[in-house]
């Protein structure tokens, strides 16, 4: 799921240069352990790989995600699914499972998020997770964060993602009834074939006040301070992941 800004998304390009993302999910898919009959919400579903992958188990997925060209793409996946946000979710009492990979981290408001998960969820049901946590991409955001302080004209570089450790997201989750089973970090260096590809897709939101080639300039000075940290002659490019992964049931 993509905030308002970023929710235009290409479906092709997202998945030709982040196929990765759904690949190295199935882990929590086995998290999650679906179950013949289940009715499981996907939240943040992108094009439906990984409710493909969940309905192979015999559960039935309802997606939700803010890009409309993603829930299309979805659907013709054959995945019922809607467009909304997870801040807003149309459901309560329906759900034995919510699952949602690589969405969190984009949602700023991370207890509303939290409150809605436990209404959708039945008594007893699990959510099953994994985003972005501490020190997810620092080198990254270090990277705008030096370069929008180089270029004031730039405005303000505002953080439109949600990294939490362990502590924090544990202690959110349990002020709205869920009892944590798991939760851990996982760092994950990804391979990426251009960190430029990777900026060109998650930083519209970010850079979209400015100008084609104030974005040009950021994106180049952004690789250069990158090169000596993420990039390996012999490995090519790394993207600095770390995920949060979490199993919690909900108690009402
Ligand atoms: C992530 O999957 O961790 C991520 C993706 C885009 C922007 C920031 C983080």
Redesign the pocket.
């Known amino acids: 799921m993509k905030t308002e800004e970023t929710n235009r998304w290409n479906p092709k390009a997202y998945k030709k240069h982040t196929g990765f ?1 759904s690949e190295l999910a199935l882990p929590v898919v086995d998290l999650l352990a679906p179950q013949h009959g289940e009715k499981i919400l996907d939240a943040g579903c992108g094009d439906g790989t990984l409710a493909v992958e969940i309905e192979k188990s015999g559960a039935k997925v309802i997606g939700v995600d803010m890009s409309s060209q993603m829930i299309e793409a979805c659907r013709e996946k054959g995945i019922e699914a809607y467009v909304a946000s997870v801040t807003e979710l149309p459901y309560h009492d329906s759900f034995d499972a919510v699952f949602s990979n ?1 969405t969190l ?2 949602v700023k408001d991370a207890k509303t998020a939290v409150q809605q998960i436990a209404s959708a969820l039945k008594n007893g049901g699990r959510f099953v997770c994994e ?2 946590g501490e020190g ?2 620092f080198a ?1 955001v270090s990277a705008m964060q030096e370069v929008f302080d180089k270029h004031p004209e730039f405005g303000t570089f505002d953080n439109p ?1 949600f990294f939490p450790s362990i502590r924090e997201y544990k202690a959110l989750l349990e002020s709205e009834g869920f009892e944590v089973r798991y939760i851990a970090l996982i760092p994950r260096p990804t391979p990426m074939d251009d960190i430029k590809n ?1 900026l060109d ?2 930083t519209n939101g970010l850079t979209k006040d400015l100008t084609k080639e104030q974005r040009d300039i950021f994106v180049a000075e952004c690789v250069e301070i990158l090169r000596p940290i993420l990039y390996h002659d012999s490995k090519g490019w790394s993207v600095d ?1 770390v ?1 949060l992964r979490v199993e919690a049931v909900v108690r009402k």
């Open positions: 993302v690589a981290h984009w985003f972005g997810n991409v990254i993602w990777w897709i998650f992941y995920r």
